[in-house]
């Protein structure tokens, strides 16, 4: 490569490390709001965050940006960039077309009103007033309606919310989510019909035994040494805090996850943990080298929450994982699991039963609550879903579709952080990680065939370390398609997590 393009793009990458820098440091700014800031902190929270905001969108749309990117790509020697440049190019080209349509003001007033509207969710929740969240949320909507309205014509796509779930699952339509949400739900009402025909049902009394929130966090310490999330000492890349809703944040050598502790609902902190140290690792296990770098970051949110769910319920829900794990719960715990065997902690945290709160749910009826964020949100960016619906639409889908009667909004449209955030399109990542994982499962159970012994023995390396050959050190090479077929050999496809379903639902019920 000739020194003119090599010096092109070394100065691209400078620019990807600026912007890197920039974003993580909101980040960290964001995680602070939802753990340690004061509640009177909340008004300078949105004017430091709005300025990290306008700060990052000057520096991506900054006409040098621009200059930079035709010199790379129209130069002879453009063919010669290897797959990793070529990539590195090609993100920052989409990042800087899409983001020089959105006007610096929109910016601003959009992570204020984010700031804002997450303040009046959290106060809403807490007094199950939804009266007093929707004027914030209403506004979030309108200022994503008009961002995405921009970036339909930039992306090319069919429909604004189209535009919006490309920023979440490159590529990705609302048509072909339909397409595979079709056949999961199909899937999904087969298995949870032949729960309901079995009879049986697994005792869960036990699991809501009180466990002070400091044996909790006990637990919590243990979950997260199995996984290998250290943080703890020189070698510490994470943390561990607590928050209303679990989320991860971070980067490379600082993610920081966190969970909320329920005294009578100890299991709810268990698979928090492990969901969001699945978030971790993947963030961890992107080459050191592409730090700062367009792939040095994830494939997609569907990825992403393959992960965190593979983690979460294929490992941690197995029998192999809770037979070398519920000893030690024992210890920990004391009288709480007196009399309890592996078999009934396996039957008990693999119920399948429909339940009003999606981060409860079992992995059978969890797609459900996916499709109802799903069916609204589409329904709220074309317009035919105002406001002021929102809570009725809820409550008359979750009666349709898992035969819940909810009681009240906080258990109902305000039980997730996700449209305060103006996170809208987040949702079906949700239930692609879902098959993705299944699919994932599957080309493991094939290469890596003794991997439950090394779960039931305590050694989790060997499936961490396939997940981070496969999947983790891919970072953002591939948009989330070829990634699963490069790894699978197969495109979308539901089956594995159906069948996936299917034995666990034999082992739990004999059906």
Known sequence: ?????????????????????????????????????????????????????????????????????????????????????????????????????????LVAKMSKQETVTFDAWRKAKAAKDYKAYEPELSKMIDLKKEVAHILMDVKGTKTPYDALLDAFEPGITAEKIDEVFSGMRVGLVKIIDKVRSSGVKPDTSFLDRNVPVEAQKKISAEAMKFIGFVTEGDAAGGRLDEAEHPFTTGYFTDVRITTHYYPNRFSSSIYSVMHEGGHALYEQGIPQAWMYQPIGSPCSYGIHESQSRYVENMIGRSPEF??????????????????????????????????????????????????????????????????????????????????????????????????????????????????????????????????????????????????????????????????????????????????????????????
């Open 1 to 105: 490569m000739s020194s003119a393009i090599q010096d092109s793009y070394d100065q691209l990458l400078e620019r990807s490390k600026r912007l890197t820098v920039l974003g993580t440091t909101a980040a960290l700014a964001g995680w602070d709001m939802q753990t340690y800031m004061p509640a009177r902190g909340i008004g300078l929270r949105s004017e430091q965050l709005s300025l990290m905001s306008v700060l990052y969108h000057q520096a991506l749309t900054d006409p040098k940006f621009s200059e930079l990117l035709d010199r790379i790509e129209k130069s002879k020697e453009y063919v010669d960039l290897s797959l990793e440049q070529k990539r590195n190019v090609h993100l920052m080209r989409k990042a800087y077309d899409e983001t020089s349509k959105i006007p610096e003001a």
């Open 322 to 511: 809770l037979s070398f794990m519920l000893p030690r719960l024992r210890k920990i715990t004391g009288k709480a699991l007196t009399g309890i065997k592996t078999a009934d902690f396996v039957s008990a945290v693999n119920v399948i039963e429909p339940s009003k709160i999606r981060i409860e749910a079992d992995e059978a009826t969890y797609g459900l609550h996916i499709i109802v964020r799903f069916e609204m949100e589409k329904d709220i960016m074309s317009g035919r879903l105002s406001v002021d619906e929102l809570p009725g639409a809820w409550n008359e889908r979750y009666d349709k579709y898992l035969g819940m009667k909810i009681e009240n909004d906080s258990e109902g449209v305000m039980q997730d952080v996700h449209w305060s955030g103006g996170s809208f399109g987040y949702f079906p990542s949700y239930a692609l990680g879902n098959i993705y994982g299944g699919m994932f499962l599957d080309k493991m159970d094939k290469d890596l065939p003794s991997w439950r012994n090394d779960i039931k023995g305590g050694n989790y390396q060997p499936v961490k370390q396939w997940l981070a050959q496969h999947i983790h050190s891919q970072g953002n090479l591939y948009d989330p398609a070829d990634l699963v077929r490069n790894v699978t050999g197969q495109d979308l496809n539901i089956a594995p997590f159906i069948q996936y379903l299917e034995r666990k639902c034999k082992y739990v019920y004999g059906v």
